[in-house]
Structures are given as structure tokens and as C-alpha cells.
């Protein structure tokens, strides 16, 4: 069965440079989720989309900024990067019917030095 | 959605059912119980969820008390591959974002 796609897998960034990781959802998934996991922490939700509409904002800086595009897909933006956001960056997916079972993507390992 | 309390580690036997306890005793009554684990930094993998009744699915099985304030994630046969961080989430079924706390990290041993 296809599965969540999240590219790149790995990123190296220097301090203030800006990164972009994209996901490509479930065929069908109308939902998106973003959530970021700092070295030894739990996964925290930064932001999501349903329909291509912000749904649901957590803990996401202003520096960054996310989107879902026409085809579903979705891009999380994030400029002027400290060393604090080195992160493993998981997207979600989920359709909008049932109770709406989220299904993860292998992750975005994203290292800031 | 309502907080959770679950032990921070947990063993068991490799071939052993293992069961992993969840406190949420301020569940409101239409929230759901959901459970997903992540075995070492991969994306977080649903397992099951519930509201009153007790589930079961090809991999694990969900009991839930008649007060719905805790509930019981049981792996009946572990294997090592079920070694991994498992998350009890409460939360309403609408396009709601899960909160993770901290989990149990389940060890199966050989």
C-alpha cells in the first residue's frame, strides 16, 4: 500500500540558511500534519491543513511557515535557522472520514550547524 | 483532550503478551483512546483505537475500563520488533493533531 512520502530524508543546513521539506500524502488524504522531534524529546505538532486550508496551528515558530498545495501535497517553509531546530520533521496524513487514524512518513532528519 | 499518564519502561519476554497500562482519568465522554508506537526515530505507527468497548485488531488488543478513566494496550505474543516508545493519546475523532507524552518504552527480550 502507498505510504506517506517525505523528502528530502536527510538535510544539512547552516545557521540562518533556510530549508524546505516537502510531503506527499496518502493518494485520497485530504489532511496533513506536521510534527518536529528534538533529539531524546516526543513529537511535537507544529501545524496542519484540511482541504488545503490551515486546520490547526501548535508550537511552530514564525520563522517558519507551511502550505498545502492543489494536489494535496504540502511544504513546510523554515528560514533564518538556528541550531535548535535540528530535528527529525514527521508529516502525517489522514482522510477525512472515520476517526481519522493519522499515518506517519519516515521523517525529514534536518541537522543545523 | 485529556492528559495521560503511562509508565516510562516497561520488559517482557520475547513470545510473552505484553501489557502496557494508560491513566487518563479525565476523559471526557466523547474522546477517544489511541494508541501508536514508534520503534527508533521512524514516523509513529497507529496500532488501535477505542471509545467504550474493547477493540482487537491483527495487532494488538485494546481494553478499556467501564469508567474509561485507563485502559490496557496488549502485543499477545511479543516479538523483539515490537521493541519501541508506545503512546497513549486521548483525543476527539475530528481532524485533531495527536499530543504525544512521554510513552512507555517497551523492551522485548530474547
Known amino acids: 500500500a502507498a505510504g506517506v512520502i517525505q523528502s528530502p530524508r536527510h538535510l544539512i543546513k547552516e545557521k540562518r540558511e533556510t530549508a524546505t521539506l516537502k510531503c506527499y500524502p496518502i493518494p485520497r488524504h485530504d489532511t496533513v500534519y506536521w510534527y518536529q522531534q528534538g533529539p531524546g524529546q516526543d513529537p511535537q505538532f507544529l501545524i496542519s491543513?484540511?482541504?488545503?486550508?490551515?486546520?490547526d496551528k501548535g508550537s511552530i515558530p514564525d520563522r517558519f511557515s507551511a502550505q498545502q498545495f492543489s494536489d494535496y501535497h504540502s511544504e513546510l517553509n523554515m528560514s533564518s535557522l538556528e541550531l535548535g531546530d535540528s530535528a527529525l520533521y514527521f508529516c502525517a496524513s489522514a482522510t477525512g472520514t472515520g476517526v481519522y487514524e493519522q499515518y506517519f512518513g519516515p521523517g525529514t532528519r534536518l541537522t543545523v550547524t | 483532550d485529556a492528559k495521560t499518564t503511562q509508565p516510562p519502561s516497561m520488559d517482557c519476554a520475547e513470545g510473552r503478551a505484553a501489557n502496557l497500562p494508560c491513566n487518563h482519568s479525565?476523559?471526557?465522554?466523547?474522546?477517544?483512546v489511541y494508541w501508536y508506537r514508534q520503534i527508533h526515530s521512524q514516523g509513529p505507527q497507529y496500532i488501535i483505537h477505542g471509545l467504550k468497548n474493547n477493540e482487537t485488531n491483527e495487532m494488538a488488543s485494546l481494553i478499556i475500563t467501564e469508567d474509561r478513566k485507563s485502559s490496557t494496550l496488549i502485543l499477545p505474543h511479543a516479538t523483539l520488533r515490537d521493541t519501541a516508545v508506545y503512546y497513549c493519546i486521548v483525543r476527539l475523532p475530528l481532524r485533531r493533531q495527536l499530543t504525544f507524552g512521554s510513552g512507555t518504552q517497551l523492551t522485548v527480550l530474547p
Open positions: 479525565t476523559i471526557s465522554g466523547n474522546e477517544y
Open positions: 491543513f484540511y482541504e488545503k486550508m490551515q486546520s
